[in-house]
């Protein structure tokens, strides 16, 4: 009922910055949250960011708290991550999510395909 697709990735060194977007489409979308995540090479999938679809709720990991931040636009119903000051340890591939508002990846009921952010230093 629901596809997400991510764009906006690319290769920057660290302290540059980059915008990722995630665009929801589908003829459902019920969804109360749209987060992202991330997957370095032989990581597990980590939280990033989450956001509330009704309000200005938003959560970070502690990791990119004041570096990034997440918002939407309800109309076209796409998600923004802002991300400042990058530095080697955001290097992964970036995917994002619809479900309940919660850090967990089993809690989310959609995913995008991923966009791979590299940062060089």
């Known amino acids: 009922q629901v596809q997400l697709v991510e764009s906006g990735g690319g290769m920057v060194q660290a302290g540059d910055s980059l915008t990722l977007s995630c665009a929801a489409s589908?003829?459902?979308?019920?969804?109360?949250?749209m987060g992202w995540f991330r997957q370095a090479p032989g990581k597990e999938r980590e939280f990033v960011a989450v956001i509330s679809w009704t309000d200005d709720n938003t959560y970070y990991t502690d990791s990119v708290k004041g570096r990034f931040t997440i918002s939407r636009d309800n109309a076209k119903n796409t998600v923004y991550l802002q991300m400042n000051r990058l530095k080697p340890e955001d290097t992964a591939v970036y995917y994002c999510?619809?479900?309940?508002?919660?850090?967990?990846?089993?809690?989310?009921?959609?995913w995008g395909q991923g966009t791979q952010v590299t940062v060089s230093s």
């Open positions: 589908g003829r459902t979308f019920s969804s109360v949250a």
């Open positions: 999510a619809a479900g309940e508002f919660a850090m967990f990846p089993g809690l989310y009921d959609y």
